[in-house]
């Protein structure tokens, strides 16, 4: 079972930030938060991922919550072709990847 | 760099035939997850190989489904008898097989098996 809760849809407006919520509460010390979307009909693709601080790259940001039960994924400014699933998922080094249900973004013109 | 490669995209079998799945991982991965998506829910890991060695096999059902990754070649996904449930898209990732949080999978195109 997945160890994250994400809500199931939300809507961006075209240029605006996407800011896509997620809890891990049960989450451990050595466990990391990955992030990963998948675009209709197509495989997976890695985000970003972090374990306690702040991570930003040319994709996204990562914003982890100090106590580390949530974290939050932010697309400074979403484009038509952000529009995807997009997942949560915490695990620590040789466990496996579990993906829930995910987030379903919706940009919109 | 080429990504990780899967062939053939779209695969179509009878029902009680054979297919097989092929995976080519990144250039310098050396290890190699197989996962099932079926029509509309998220993806479910079934095996994790190593070059000539199975890893995990914890999310592989337990008959007709068989995996390997031999020291050439592709990693190949094997469904022996296929039945209608085993319609789905199958994704293959790769990873380095490093410690230190570096373990980030990158998934292939998929194969998409259609059983008639």
């Known amino acids: 079972d997945a160890k994250t809760t994400q809500p199931p849809s939300m809507d961006c407006a075209e240029g605006r930030a996407a800011n896509l919520p997620c809890n891990h509460s049960?989450?451990?010390?050595?466990?990391?938060v990955y992030w990963y979307r998948q675009i209709h009909s197509q495989g997976p693709q890695y985000i970003i991922h972090?374990?306690?601080n702040n991570e930003t790259n040319e994709m996204a940001s990562l914003i982890i919550t100090e106590d580390r039960k949530s974290s939050t994924l932010i697309l400074p400014h979403a484009t038509l072709r952000d529009t995807a699933v997009y997942y949560c998922?915490?695990?620590?080094?040789?466990?496996?990847?579990?993906f829930g249900p995910g987030t379903r973004l919706s940009v919109l013109p | 760099n080429a990504g990780v490669m899967q062939n053939p995209r779209h695969l179509v079998r009878r029902r009680g035939q054979e297919a097989r799945l092929r995976c080519s991982p990144m250039?310098?991965?050396?290890?190699v997850y197989w996962y099932r998506q079926l029509p509309e829910e998220g993806l479910k890991f079934m095996v994790y190989?190593?070059?000539?060695?199975?890893?995990?096999e914890s999310g592989m059902p337990k008959e007709r489904f068989s995996a390997e990754f031999p020291k050439e070649g592709p990693s190949i996904l094997r469904i022996q008898q296929v039945v209608r449930g085993d319609s789905a898209a199958y994704f293959c990732?790769?990873?380095?097989?490093?410690?230190?949080?570096?373990?980030?999978?990158?998934f292939g195109p998929g194969t998409r098996l259609l059983v008639l």
């Open positions: 990732a790769s990873s380095l097989g490093t410690q230190g949080g570096l373990e980030t999978q990158y």
């Open positions: 049960t989450i451990s010390g050595n466990e990391y």
């Open positions: 998922i915490v695990r620590e080094d040789g466990q496996n990847f579990v």
């Open positions: 972090g374990l306690k």
């Open positions: 250039k310098g991965h050396s290890h």
């Open positions: 190989l190593q070059k000539e060695n199975i890893i995990d």
